[in-house]
């Protein structure tokens, strides 16, 4: 008889087992486990879904690998996972879904937010007729999430564009190939949108970010509802404060030192011009020289916002954050007319809720003023906060009523 042949060894998936405390992050339902909590794994892919257990070998779900990244591990699902394509598209049509009774208003908004979305290094806006995505690790990055990505989007919500926005510094820390911005489908990247009523241009392949600062969109509205005679948009970028406030105040001035963000800003502007309209100001400026220079020549407003970039990219960087805004708003406060509305806001994530209002108390105690808060708002309702991920909330707007 024949020697009978011995199996073929079964190819093991991949998989990573965590240390307690990496495990307790899962267990505490917080995607992300460091690469110093894998205490075990065997040879892994960059980009691999991979199979996640315990030190005792309990599965815990199934994860994106990055090969490069500190975050190792991003949780994808705490089942078994064998089609990642086939998931991507089915949670791109639930984040859709649910943002259907959320957003209004508007037809520019976040439609796919990261791990809010349980998406994690995916992020997708809608602007109009044009579809932004940025793509920030390794397993989004496969031609297959790519392609599925693209398909669905076309599918589902049938854009003239899909353009792809490239963060360069994310590809390089995550080893993934050099890209340019650009047109990923269809044949238009910029178009018109509206927010609230007031309407802008977008360009897909320029500005900051995914193009626009959506997050903000509905702290827009709500700082018009309470502005009031002479106003200034320090950080104004490209007039998303500032416009707003147009529609109720006389006088309007929005201040950036970018050149390029003001021109934008000036033909946005246009775009909203009535035959009575206001003129809004813009001027080219540091808002921290020039909030000094107008406090130190006894300049005066009625409505004044603040919404610097972060000033706190790190731990590191918390303590001068802090002290950068402690000084913004004692700068405003000390210009604002009794009864002055102060917006001041804050995307540092590292500057937590608690630490925010103190600062802004200490500047209000030091500027001998008091204030009423009318409103503590967060980002907008198209971009989701996960209870157990505080990283999903990092926005903060305060909407102050300030007196003598």
């Known amino acids: 008889m024949p020697k009978k042949q011995a199996p073929a060894a079964k190819h093991a998936e991949p998989s990573v087992k965590l240390s307690t405390r990496g495990a307790a992050r899962l267990h505490a339902r917080h995607p992300w486990v460091y690469r110093s909590d894998i205490v075990g794994a065997n040879d892994i892919p960059p980009g691999a879904l991979v199979r996640v257990h315990d030190e005792r070998g309990k599965f815990l779900g199934t994860a994106l690998y990055s090969s490069s990244s500190q975050i190792a591990i991003r949780m994808i699902s705490h089942g078994s996972v064998t089609d990642l394509p086939a998931l991507v598209a089915e949670r791109i049509l639930a984040a859709i879904a649910y943002r259907k009774d959320l957003v209004a208003n508007t037809d520019a908004y976040r ?74 489908w269809g044949d238009k990247s910029s178009t018109e949108i509206s927010m609230n009523g007031v309407r802008f241009y977008y360009d897909g392949l320029e500005g900051q970010k995914t193009g626009a600062f959506l997050d903000q969109r509905e702290n827009y509205a709500a700082a018009a509802q309470y502005a009031h005679g002479e106003a200034l948009d320090a950080f104004c970028y490209q007039g998303g404060f500032a416009l707003h406030l147009a529609a109720k105040c006389p006088a309007v001035t929005g201040v950036d030192s970018s050149r390029p963000a003001l021109e934008m800003a000036d033909k946005n502007a246009a775009l909203n011009a009535t035959p009575n309209g206001r003129e809004v100001e813009w001027i080219e400026a540091n808002a921290f020289d020039l909030l000094r220079d107008y406090a130190a020549a006894n300049r005066h407003y009625d409505t004044i916002v603040l919404d610097p970039p972060a000033f706190a990219k790190s731990k590191r960087d918390l303590e001068k954050a802090l002290g950068g805004y402690k000084e913004l708003n004692l700068r405003a406060m000390k210009m604002l007319r009794p009864g002055g509305i102060l917006v001041t806001c804050s995307c540092s994530f590292h500057v937590s809720p608690h630490d925010f209002l103190k600062v802004v108390a200490d500047a209000a105690q030091d500027a001998h003023k008091s204030l009423r808060v009318l409103e503590n708002r967060g980002a907008a309702k198209d971009h989701p ?20």
């Open 111 to 184: 439609i796919v937010f990261s791990e809010a979305d349980f998406l994690p290094g995916l992020i997708i806006d809608r602007y109009n007729d044009v579809i932004s995505a940025q793509i920030l690790t390794q397993a989004m990055d496969a031609e297959p999430v790519r392609e599925a990505i693209v398909q669905t989007l076309r599918e589902e919500l049938q854009p003239l564009g899909i353009v792809e926005r490239v963060d360069a510094r994310i590809r390089e820390l995550e080893q993934l190939p050099a890209r340019q911005s650009a047109l990923l």
């Open 385 to 404: 906060i996960l209870l157990n991920v505080p990283e999903t909330s990092y926005l903060q707007c305060l909407i102050l009523s300030v007196t003598n």
